[in-house]
């Protein structure tokens, strides 16, 4: 056998990443664990107005990813207090109103950078990367001392959880995330723990 040949065997790969089963007991947050990934982000980097905003409008808007980083100020309507949500794949579009929490958020980071036309910005004025809000979300969670570590979709899947937990109607949740199969949806009300409480007297 060749040296090449021998060199291409010998050539270590790196390790596979271990399932999301692996490494945590679920895939959502708590509303109280939303609440402390917040307050982390209010206290760590340059950008922790920017940071929190993101993590807060992600979680109320079951925003995925991309839906977060191409959010623009002409979908939000800080007056009429509504933000128009795009949903990517083939979800439905919505408009959400917008909360008090929200709106001062948003009128904060509007008041910083009032000449981008994104809301979540870069240093250099662009929209955020996919790869900056996995970042900002993890060391979020880092910095609040969760026992996993976590990632941007489980703030939609928290969304998902806390309106089923409120006995909001799938059908509504359905069109307030944007799902097209109804299926994608029914996952949250299928493990609300709402369901259960009639089981015992005691």
């Not at 679920?26 to 340059?46: C, F, N, S």
């Not at 128009?84 to 794949?89: F, G, I, S, T």
């Amino acid at each position: 056998m060749s040296t090449a040949r021998q060199r291409s065997f010998s050539v270590k790969r790196p390790p596979r990443k271990p399932p999301n089963a692996a490494r945590r007991a679920r895939e959502y947050l708590t509303p109280h664990e939303v609440e402390q990934v917040m307050t982390a982000a209010r206290r760590v980097g340059r950008h922790a107005a920017r940071d929190a905003t993101l993590i807060l409008l992600m979680y109320r808007h079951g925003f995925r990813v991309a839906e977060a980083v191409a959010l623009r100020w002409d979908a939000v309507d800080l007056r009429g207090g509504v933000v128009h949500v795009q949903q990517l794949k083939q979800g439905r579009a919505a408009v959400h109103p917008l909360r008090g929490p929200e709106l001062r958020a948003l009128r904060q980071l509007r008041h910083r950078s009032p000449d981008t036309p994104y809301v979540f910005v870069s240093e250099r004025g662009g929209p955020l990367t996919a790869r900056a809000v996995r970042h900002i979300v993890l060391r979020a969670g880092q910095v609040a001392g969760l026992a996993f570590p976590i990632h941007p979709h489980m703030l939609r899947h928290a969304c998902g959880f806390y309106l089923a937990n409120k006995g909001i109607d799938t059908r509504a949740i359905q069109h307030y995330l944007g799902h097209c199969n109804i299926q994608h949806t029914v996952r949250y009300t299928r493990l609300t723990p709402h369901r259960f409480t009639a089981f015992w007297d005691d």
